[in-house]
């Protein structure tokens, strides 16, 4: 079977699927990343704080779906990719047959934050994901402006909105013929 990306490397930073010695490293990573955001008045994944996503991000993590970002041997930021729609997809999106691969959970370490690695793992993506005829989707809460303008900006077109209120999502997606 081909490999997904053409590269594992961006500038200093190495691409590796997560290991199950990962687990604790990665959950620490996205609650830091969800009470920080919590704390900005941003609730996307307040979720996370609860412990009740553990079993789902272990799960991910053993099937190979999720992938570190790691700067001299750092942990530096993470993300899932996936062909498989689980149900949050399948309820933004619709039951899909179409090539296409999803994006969650992507969290960048504090300390890596004023860096843009979360644009230049969007770009690394782009560049890289050996992908033809199909799409590259994710998500964002609807109420945080400056995402969905990253999202937007780092070349993903706006979808539709799904939800309401406090409970509306933006999704996205790029075409890759």
């Known amino acids: 079977m081909k490999d997904l990306f053409k590269s594992y490397m961006f500038g ?12 604790e490293d990665i959950i620490e990573l996205l609650q830091d990343v969800a009470r920080w955001l919590e704390s900005k008045g941003i609730m996307q994944w307040e979720y996370l704080l609860t412990g009740e996503e553990n079993e789902e991000i272990k799960k991910d993590i053993v099937a190979g779906r999720t992938y570190l970002v790691e700067y001299a041997g750092e942990i530096a930021a993470t993300f899932n990719f ?8 399948i309820e933004l999106w ?14 960048v370490k504090r300390e890596f934050q004023r860096q843009q690695l979360g644009k230049k793992i969007l770009n690394w993506i782009d560049a890289n994901i050996q ?3 199909g ?5 964002c809460i609807a109420n945080n402006p400056v995402l969905n303008k990253f999202y937007q900006e780092a070349g993903f077109t706006f979808v539709r909105h799904v939800g309401e209120g406090e409970d509306k999502f933006s999704t996205y997606e790029k075409s890759y013929s």
């Open 12 to 23: 200093p930073y190495k691409v590796r699927k997560a290991t199950e010695k990962d687990i």
């Open 82 to 89: 996936s062909s498989l729609q689980n149900d949050w997809d």
């Open 94 to 107: 619709g039951k899909r047959n179409d090539l296409a691969y999803y994006i969650h959970r992507l969290a």
């Open 131 to 133: 992908l033809k005829g």
């Open 135 to 139: 799409y590259v989707r994710l998500d």
